[in-house]
């Protein structure tokens, strides 16, 4: 599956785990968001994420990423509330977003070292930058400034985080955005390597994707309610 040349040596082989929602709302303003939404993905699955521009899409990964806080229902990592371990569930997540996340005036390998530090705790060696950034055609710019890089260079160098996390829980917003033909093969080709090591990918996309997966049609949980306590807290409104 894998282009030739390319070393899987790095991937991470994971232990079995289901990850879940239960019953979520999102609230953004006076809006909900989306209502009452489920899903249940375990070890070695994706979930694709669809629906119109709004529904809501980036909302729930951004939930599942803890940078936003549902207004009602639960995150469940193998029947363990997320919220009753947060720690559990931040240590087996990695988001890749819209924004990069990438320091432009250190170069390629720098901000991988940097981030792997940070969300490791341990320092790469260079056969596992080198491999990583070969498999998205970034070698020849491991040692530039990301202030050089195009917007599709640096989209490529923001995903490839999401194998330097070691990380079972992939959640990613449109990551084929902005990708030639080439580099969405290679991408293809990465994030099947990780469901095959029993990592789980949900993934946001207008785009069609090259890999199996269930789809969920964030449409069908829209709620023309209008919001009313909105000054509340979400524990309160819970």
């Not at 669809?50 to 029947?79: C, D, F, H, P, Y």
């Not at 988001?95 to 990069?100: D, E, K, P, R």
């Not at 194998?163 to 902005?178: C, F, H, Y």
Request: net charge negative; glycine share 8%; aromatic share 6%.
């Amino acid at each position: 599956l894998f282009k030739k040349g390319i070393n899987v040596l790095y991937m991470t082989m994971f232990e079995t785990i289901t990850y879940q929602g239960k019953s979520l709302t999102c609230v953004r303003g006076d809006r909900h968001v989306f209502v009452d939404l489920n899903f249940s993905v375990s070890s070695g699955e994706m979930l694709i994420l669809t629906g119109q521009n709004g529904s809501g899409k980036s909302s729930l990964l951004r939930v599942m990423a803890g940078l936003i806080t549902q207004r009602k229902g639960a995150l469940m990592l193998n029947a363990i509330s997320c919220k009753l371990d947060p720690v559990l569930h931040r240590s087996n997540i990695v988001y890749a977003g819209h924004q990069a996340g990438l320091k432009p005036l250190m170069t390629l390998r720098e901000n991988l070292l940097h981030y792997t530090h940070m969300i490791r705790g341990t320092s790469l060696d260079d056969g596992e930058i080198e491999h990583a950034c070969e498999a998205l055609y970034l070698s020849h710019l491991i040692d530039e400034q990301l202030r050089y890089f195009s917007q599709g260079q640096i989209h490529r160098a923001a995903l490839l985080k999401l194998m330097m996390s070691r990380r079972p829980i992939w959640l990613m917003d449109e990551p084929t955005v902005g990708l030639d033909a080439d580099s969405r093969t290679a991408l293809a080709c990465i994030m099947q390597q990780h469901l095959d090591n029993k990592g789980i990918i949900i993934a946001a996309t207008h785009d069609p994707l090259s890999i199996e997966g269930a789809a969920l049609l964030l449409d069908t949980f829209q709620s023309s309610k209008q919001v009313t306590d909105h000054w509340l807290t979400d524990e309160d409104a819970a």
